[in-house]
């Protein structure tokens, strides 16, 4: 067990939302084996994807680095002794971990939706024609211009209070945030409306929070254990084998979202040009023990549906 002469030190990210989910993890290790706040040390590690140059340039996080822009620099702090866990939010991980690191514990989901957030109007549809829309993903850029194709994109980065100033100085009518960063803020007024999943699915593993480990460390495993939310692992064995057989990450106009019903699972994919111009969806029902298996046999038909040259983002 850890104590406050030999704490388990909890990997993250600076930013707010990072902050407030290792929080969150320290609270639920606490209580799951009552110990004090300081059995854990929050240990912040700066990532290339928190290099203010590199995020002020406005480019698509793409070209930044790919995957494991938010990652790499915590996974190596990891495997070198440094931390004993991060804390991620799972729609930045990519589908595999490096060697030596394992990811099998997810507290419980947030909010899965992505959220509208407009100084002007409550709602996407409410959208005058030819409006200024502000969004960095290539999944919300992709998904709006196949139901908008009269709005305009604009690059749009940034924590959510710099992305307000930006809505008020008028750079652009409307942006998406997901409702889960601002409910884990406690900033959910910030949204106008939360996104129905019907009108645009969000990406695999919105609102997860995962907690990655040493595979070896047996002892922070069994001490894990306890706060692993179970329908969200179910969930994500989903999403995220859909993602890996599509061959994914976070910046890929790819959506999916897995609900659980009823004792069974329903998967819904979505892949789109980058430019919008085509959308193909599916859905697969079944088995929770199948999850994974479902969500690469509904990743293979989409693929096969896919006109030639529809996959030229992926490089
Ligand atoms: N790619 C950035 C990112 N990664 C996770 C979240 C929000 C929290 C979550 O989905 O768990 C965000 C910001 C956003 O999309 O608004």
Redesign the pocket.
Known sequence: MPSETDPLKIGTRGSP?ALAQAHETRRRLMAAHGLPEGAFEIVVIKTTGDNAALIAADKPLKELGGKGLFTKEIEEAMLAGRIDIAVH????MPVAQPEGLVLDCYLPR?DVRDAFVSPKVARLMDLPEGAVVGSS?LRRRAQLANRRPDLRMVEFRGNVQTRMKKLSEGVAEAT???M??LN?LGMAEVARSAIAPEEMLP?VA????GIERRGADGATAALLAPIHDRPTGERLAAERAFLATLDGS?ETPIAGLAILEGGAIWLRGEILRPDGSEAIAGERRGAISDAAELGADLARELLGLAPKGFFDWRG
């Open positions: 939302l939010s799972m729609k930045d947030e993903s998406f945030l997901a889960a960063g884990r990406a919105q609102g997860a929070i976070c």
